[in-house]
């Protein structure tokens, strides 16, 4: 058995022989290789992600700025909120004391037309009391003239005429000034 393996002719070399012409071959299928893949491989492959690079930080650079025109926008977007409440409060403010005016002042003037009323219908009953008056002492003094008549067409005497006539004078209705 063994004969038989010693009769197979050994190749040459070992895991330590090195073949000069297999080297000088393989640096140079190598530096082929490296040349094709620079000129046709390397080049597209990092064009492409140079570009792939370069579209995302286009679009992280535009979220940036997409994501701070949306805080300016939320700014801006509270802030008219808030001026719109304040302008909100100023009107209803505004229409409150307005309504407070007007409603005084249609007390004052209902006030006032109601002392206008007052007054003039105690001006009204001063003078019809004053007309109401006269025409009872001009009644009275009527009264008085025929009583006096009567009195001397029945020749009475003092007494009785006094009597008579302080009887009248009573008998009038007392008038309260």
């Known amino acids: 058995m063994f004969s038989n393996l010693t009769a197979l ?69 509270k802030e008219l909120v808030r ?28 006030r006032s037309d109601g002392e206008d009323i007052v007054r003039r219908a105690k001006e009204q009953i001063e003078r019809e009391s004053s007309v109401a008056l006269a025409k009872l002492r001009e009644e009275v003094a009527d009264l008085a003239i025929l009583g006096a008549s009567k009195i001397v067409a029945s020749s009475m005497t003092p007494e009785a005429q006094k009597k008579l006539v302080s009887e009248f004078v009573g008998s009038l209705p007392k008038v309260k000034n």
Do not use: C, Y
């Open 9 to 77: 002719p050994l190749l040459a070399g070992g895991l330590t022989d090195i073949d000069l012409m297999l080297t000088v071959f393989t640096l140079i299928l190598f530096t082929l290789f490296v040349i094709v893949l620079s000129k046709f491989a390397w080049g597209p492959l990092l064009a492409a992600i140079d570009e792939r690079e370069k579209s995302i930080r286009e679009a992280i650079e535009s979220s940036r700025k997409q994501n701070a025109e949306a805080a300016a926008l939320l700014a801006q977007h």
């Open 83 to 110: 001026e719109i409440g304040a302008e909100r409060e100023t009107i209803i403010k505004k229409a409150t004391k307005e309504a407070e005016d007007f409603r005084a002042d249609l007390m004052a003037k209902a």
